[in-house]
């Protein structure tokens, strides 16, 4: 099934180039279902390469999903057009009163700062507090999970000896989760962060649970015990390339950093990527959407309890 975008997006060109059903805003109108609202709040600073990354794995599901885009209006957004701003992003003003079966809250390069030292953190908090009564579940990526076990449960973050970057095993602590629902026992996701949570401080809240772990990057998944909130600590969503492009970056700003583990081939930044995590990415979004999405969310979306 697709993934409703607005007709003139320039990722549909994009997922449509790689054979992936997109549907038009006008085709969709043509359908008598209701299709599942998703907001995705873009924190990232290449919003068109984060924008078609969500977008490709949010689309390749049995469901209709109807996208809309946000942004934090305290932060000023050098890295894209500020007319593709203007024509697809909306502000939390504009959809403060709406309804979501769906979010995700996509990870930032600001993880370095206190939290509270982020410009737009005071936004941020509103809007995560917004998403107890108006969002059914929520989906917070790499810093976007620092933020969110930070602002809902206390969790602290910690910074690393360096950064972590590459592709790394990790195991299920609950393999019964239907999150994990058709996973290998032991799968590979990329990470690329200089901080991290800890295992034992989300051990210690009873309001959470671990699902996943890594022996080399630490916790990757946890949700809370009402399955309303889900914190992803890695990037799923990455495309081949962008860890690859994020290691060639450093090089250039003369950083010295180290290859991103079990990434390239023979560890040789003069080959190619080696991608050994895009079936268990796409199966961990398709789980999400499938399991605590669409098969819990009321269908009058006004039913949606605060939690």
């Known amino acids: 099934m697709p993934i409703k975008i607005p007709d003139s997006l320039p990722a549909r060109s994009i997922l449509e180039g790689e054979n992936i059903f997109v549907m038009t805003e006008y085709r969709a109108l043509h359908q008598d279902i209701r299709p599942l609202k998703m907001l995705i709040l873009n924190l990232m600073p290449t919003k068109l390469d984060t924008e078609a990354q969500l977008l490709r794995k949010l689309s390749n599901t049995p469901l209709q999903v109807e996208i809309e885009l946000l942004r934090t209006i305290s932060h000023d957004s050098k890295n894209t057009n500020p007319e593709h701003l203007e024509t697809f992003y909306r502000s939390y003003d504009e959809i403060r009163d709406n309804r979501y079966d769906g979010m995700i809250i996509t990870g930032a390069p600001v993880e370095r700062l206190d939290f509270e030292q982020v ?12 998403t107890k009564s108006n969002v059914h579940s929520t989906l917070h990526i790499c810093w976007g999970a620092q933020a969110g076990l930070y602002y809902h449960y206390g969790i602290q973050k910690y910074d ?12 299920a602590e609950k393999p019964n989760s239907p999150l994990f629902r058709g996973f290998n026992d032991v799968f590979y996701m990329p990470h690329s962060r200089y901080t991290e ?13 671990l699902l996943s772990t890594s022996p080399e990057a630490g916790v990757f998944a946890v949700k809370s015990e009402n399955n309303r909130r889900f914190f992803i600590t890695g990037h799923p969503e990455y495309d081949a390339d962008t860890l690859a492009k994020e290691y060639f970056r450093d090089v250039k700003k003369g950083l010295n950093p180290d290859i991103p583990t079990n990434y390239f ?5 003069e080959k190619k990527p080696v991608i050994i995590w895009r079936s268990h990415a796409q199966l961990l979004y398709n789980n999400w959407l499938n399991y605590y999405v669409y098969q819990t969310t009321p269908y009058d979306l006004s039913g949606i309890d605060k939690d």
């Open 119 to 130: 410009d737009y953190w005071e936004e941020l908090c509103e809007i995560m507090e917004w």
């Open 160 to 171: 690393l000896p360096k950064k972590l970057s590459g592709v790394f095993s990790h195991t």
């Open 197 to 209: 949570v800890r295992a034992e401080d989300i051990l210690a809240n009873d309001k959470l649970e």
């Open 265 to 269: 081939e023979d560890d040789d930044p």
